[in-house]
């Protein structure tokens, strides 16, 4: 699969826990997301049979990975950390059908986008 193969060149260049690391996890956490949603080959039409693909739990899985690394490398208070709570969000009630948890992650990245920004903190990361 040239997705996890691409994850793994940039865990070697840049190590495991890295802000970049962390962009392509969101990413293709986006991209299975959307596999789950439409189906591996087409729209399925149905979101009950869309779920069955089974690329909602490697969705969550990557952009719960890519929240704990941005959390690192970043600060809570910052946007990619809200990107990632709000694409997660979206996996766990798009996907998973769980709507509660889905407005817990968009509660928070509300949170995290109305607290004041410090600078970045991860050597990869661009200060603001």
């Known amino acids: 699969d040239h997705a996890k193969k691409r994850d793994m060149l940039k865990e070697r260049k840049y190590g495991r826990d890295h802000a970049q690391v962390a962009s392509t996890l969101n990413n ?11 189906g591996a080959y087409g729209d399925l039409g149905d979101h009950a ?6 690329d909602h739990a490697k969705s969550r899985d990557m952009l719960e990975r890519a929240l704990a690394i941005d959390k690192r490398a970043y600060g809570r208070d910052h946007p990619n950390v809200a990107r990632t709570l709000n694409n997660l969000g979206n996996a ?3 996907l998973l059908g769980d709507h509660a948890k889905k407005r817990d992650m968009h509660a928070k990245k509300r949170d995290e986008l109305r607290r004041p920004r410090k600078e970045a903190r991860h050597a990869g990361a661009r200060a603001r």
């Open 28 to 38: 293709l956490g986006n991209a299975y997301g959307d596999l789950a949603r439409h």
């Open 92 to 94: 766990y009630g798009d």
């Open 49 to 54: 049979k869309a779920r069955d693909v089974g």
